[in-house]
């Protein structure tokens, strides 16, 4: 499985529309994704899907045409990142389509539609590579990250719930990742929970994988005195010191700070992280929030792992109001994946 920063073709992204929950703030969020999209398409072909294309053409207009393309497909919700194809390279160098089973982290929404876009994508001849039908397992892509060389990174709270592929033992889902995405080395993180969050722990909330060995992880250091938050990613660091490359060397650790806390209209925590960004080809869109000492930070931080590319911001203060970020909202086609 490639990483991500790995160069890459494009960018799925799902246009939100009122049949969504986004459906009381729609403008709001079309005014980030928007934004998003255009971000996107400055360093990738954007691809964004959605029931009826015809508004996100309008509101896109802006984009060159060779920068973008509109595939009309029924959806349930944005979230991508968890019901988008994950793209893996087969040992002749060929490119394979692996469609997981999504089932919205658990039962806990609607997901038939969303579920179906990866095969009807692949069927439209949009994504290049052999279909692999991998729908008997459930596999979100924000739950595991690769540094493209058998290293997959993940989180015991996600892939080992009940709700997923209950009655499968840790060893058996190891040798699924092993035998779909070529994992030699299954790293499980065991602590960390950002509140708020719908996932059960993805792991793109909470540490990512960067070049170089290094693990970006969401520091505890909060601006709320005795912040709960806190107490729930304070494990991390010494669980990441522990964990081995593929060759047996310590990872460099960089920490992320953690945003102010967020709330919703009904006071209840968001999980705001700066881990959500992504990785382009020459560029890195980072979720902003309003907050200019931390997203200034955030920024300076992610230079010291990505001297390459350049930090652009995306203000994801409407987007984490569904309980998701930037990462969340994408998912990317490594070169040869994508049908131009």
């Known amino acids: 499985m490639p990483a991500e920063w790995e160069p890459s073709a494009g960018v799925i992204v799902a246009w939100p529309h009122a049949a969504t929950d986004w459906a009381y703030m729609l403008a709001q969020v079309e005014e980030c994704y928007i934004n998003l999209v255009t971000a996107i398409a400055r360093h990738a072909v954007a691809v964004v899907i959605a029931p009826d294309c015809e508004r996100p053409r309008q509101l896109l207009s802006h984009v060159p045409a060779d920068r973008i393309i509109f595939f009309d497909v029924p959806t349930n919700d944005t979230w991508t990142r968890d019901y988008g194809v994950l793209s893996t390279v087969d040992a002749n160098g060929q490119p394979v389509l692996n469609d997981f089973a999504f089932n919205a982290w658990g039962g806990k929404f609607a997901a038939e539609k969303d579920n179906a876009v990866t095969a009807a994508m692949a069927r439209a001849g949009l994504l290049r590579g052999r279909y692999n039908d991998c729908l008997d397992f459930f596999l979100e892509g924000g739950s595991i990250e690769s540094d493209g060389h058998g290293t997959i990174l993940t989180t015991t709270s996600c892939l080992l719930t ?138 300076k931080t992610l230079r010291v792992a990505f001297p390459n590319h350049r930090i652009e911001p995306v203000d994801c203060r409407a987007l984490i109001q569904q309980h998701g970020s930037l990462h969340c909202a994408t998912m990317q086609l490594p070169v040869n994946f994508l049908c131009l």
């Open 162 to 299: 009940d709700t997923r592929n209950a009655g499968l033992s840790r060893a058996q889902i190891e040798e699924r990742l092993r035998r779909e995405l070529g994992a030699e080395n299954v790293l499980w993180l065991e602590s960390g929970a950002m509140y708020g969050d719908d996932t059960d722990g993805h792991i793109d909330t909470l540490a990512r994988l960067a070049p170089d060995d290094t693990i970006l992880y969401v520091g505890a250091r909060s601006s709320v005195p005795d912040d709960p938050q806190s107490a729930l990613l304070a494990d991390i660091p010494a669980e990441l010191s522990r964990m081995r490359t593929l060759d047996g060397r310590p990872f460099n650790l960089i920490e992320l700070p953690l945003p102010d806390p967020i709330y919703d209209d009904e006071g209840l925590r968001l999980p705001a992280t700066y881990a959500n960004y992504l990785v382009l080809n020459d560029a890195i869109l980072m979720p902003t929030y309003n907050q200019p000492l931390n997203d200034d930070l955030a920024a």
